[in-house]
């Protein structure tokens, strides 16, 4: 079944939300997650369900051109891959807008390239199948974010726990989407369609799960929206809350045949609550509020046509976190060499961690548990590596601290350096005894010798 679905991968280009540690030579479908691009877990995962055959929508025409070179060598012979450039900043919906004229399935699903899970999107399909929805998305836990041990992370906003992303609003069987909020729309007040609380009589809501950016779309639903509504930019925080809100006055093509609109000519038939709590007991094999609502008090025909969004929750053993910020860039690579390592696939040591073998370790060295450490890279004497990736091909000093911390490809760490809660990108370097606590350091940048930082960004001067 889900072989029929047209798969869409939004890959993103350079997120400003994530500078410095994205650039012009390093989109954001290429950083690091245990030194592997972050696109390639959602690629494998696609593969993993057999589903190969698929359109990469890439922000800018450089980073398409980077993240198409990528592909072509990692996935060859293994995948059919489209890799589509549109304009920067065009946001999800924009990006869909713009290869529109690809989708030709009848379902297609979205997924963002930023997402790192072990939730098959077989389950995503089959739940928008078996209730014919019009939109499926899938709702996971809220991944744990923050430092373990790196002490307060308080210098910049984007090192702080975030709090609650997502309002969401449930029917009692927890399979339709009655409300949903994300953004500065959750400090508002909630507003629900009072239609949809008559016709489902109550609502579930829920501030502890996560849109993981995975969605199930009936072809004709999406085109048309997005075409209609052209000023959408979003599909969390656009397309989704207005076919969330229009259900019951759906106004979009189902299986080819135009909804009424809601207007002053449109008679609405009162509800009787005890007739439709029968009819729903009765209906258990297509228990939807929505049919229910279709029909007039005694069952005798429609009145009024509807769409349903669906939710796929995904079961709380599973892990599902996306890299949408430099807080989550650094919570999923320690996740994904601790907890979540059956991400990765590889066999990690007796002693819980993955050295290559080529990497080279000096005199009283120690890598301790769920650590990587990766080809070619060497580090000196006396030094002391916990919770933490470390790129290929480094140069590590004698003497020098590395805890909870990201260290990219290249990089170069002289004597005495200590390193605590930061990302080091690639090819950057840390002359003697500098000192970094929660920073995050642009590729090329230099750090002079005797420096400490502490919640700092550091980068090259943009020309």
């Keep these: 079944m889900i072989m029929d679905f047209q798969v869409v991968v939004l890959a993103g280009g350079t997120s400003k939300k994530l500078v410095p540690l994205v650039s012009e030579e390093v989109p954001k479908a290429l950083l690091p997650v ?63 807008r713009a290869i529109a004229h690809h989708l030709t399935a009848n379902d297609i699903l979205v997924v963002s390239g930023d997402l790192v899970c072990d ?50 609003g449930l029917d009692p069987t927890k399979q339709f989407l009655l409300y949903t909020a994300t953004g500065p729309e959750i400090e508002r ?59 019951l006055r759906s106004e979009v093509l189902l299986n080819g045949a135009p909804h009424s609109e809601e207007n002053g000519h449109d008679k609405v038939v009162p509800r009787d609550n005890q007739v439709m709590l029968s009819l729903l007991v009765a209906k258990t094999t297509t228990p939807s509020f929505h049919e229910l609502h279709d029909m007039a008090p005694d069952g005798s025909g429609a009145v009024r046509r509807t769409h349903k969004c669906c939710v796929y929750i995904a079961s709380q053993d599973k892990y599902c976190a996306r890299l949408n910020s430099i807080q989550a860039f650094s919570d999923i690579n320690r996740d994904v060499i601790g907890d979540a390592s059956r991400l990765l696939g590889y066999s990690f040591s007796a002693q819980n961690n993955i050295i290559h073998p080529s990497a080279k370790l ?91 930082y502490k919640g700092e960004f550091l980068a090259k001067k943009e020309r």
């Excluded at 359109?55 to 450089?62: A, L, N």
């Excluded at 899938?138 to 609650?164: A, Q, R, T, Y």
């Design 362 to 452: 000096g005199s009283k060295t120690t890598v301790g548990q769920n650590c990587m450490l990766g080809e070619g890279s060497q580090l000196g004497d006396k030094c002391s590596v916990k919770r933490s990736v470390i790129g290929r091909h480094c140069r590590i000093g004698s003497n020098v601290k590395v805890v909870n911390s990201v260290v990219m490809n290249h990089v170069t760490i002289a004597d005495g350096c200590s390193i605590q809660g930061s990302v080091i990108c690639s090819n950057a370097q840390l002359q003697e005894r500098a000192v970094l606590k929660d920073c995050q350091v642009g590729a090329g940048f230099v750090v002079t010798s005797g420096s400490e």
């Design 34 to 96: 245990a030194n592997r691009p972050v696109l390639s877990y959602v690629l494998e995962l696609l593969e993993r369900s057999n589903l190969k055959d698929l359109i990469v929508v890439v922000e800018g025409v450089d980073a398409a051109r980077r993240v198409g070179g990528w592909i072509s060598g990692a996935y060859v012979d293994r995948l059919h891959v489209e890799v589509a450039a549109v304009p920067e900043d065009v946001g999800t919906a924009g990006a869909l």
């Design 189 to 247: 007040d909630i507003r629900v369609q009072k239609s949809i609380l008559r016709a489902v009589g109550q609502m579930e809501i829920r501030a502890d799960l996560m849109d993981a950016h995975l969605y199930a779309f009936k072809r004709a639903v999406l085109q048309e929206v997005l075409e209609r509504k052209d000023t959408f930019q979003s599909l969390q925080q656009d397309v989704l809350p207005y076919l969330v809100r229009s259900q």
């Design 119 to 168: 939730v098959f999107p077989g389950a995503v399909a089959a739940a928008h199948r078996r209730y014919d929805a019009a939109v499926t998305t899938m709702l996971c836990s809220l991944p744990v974010s923050g430092p373990l041990e790196s002490g307060s992370s308080s210098g910049k906003d984007k090192m702080k726990k975030p709090g609650c992303c997502n309002i969401i």
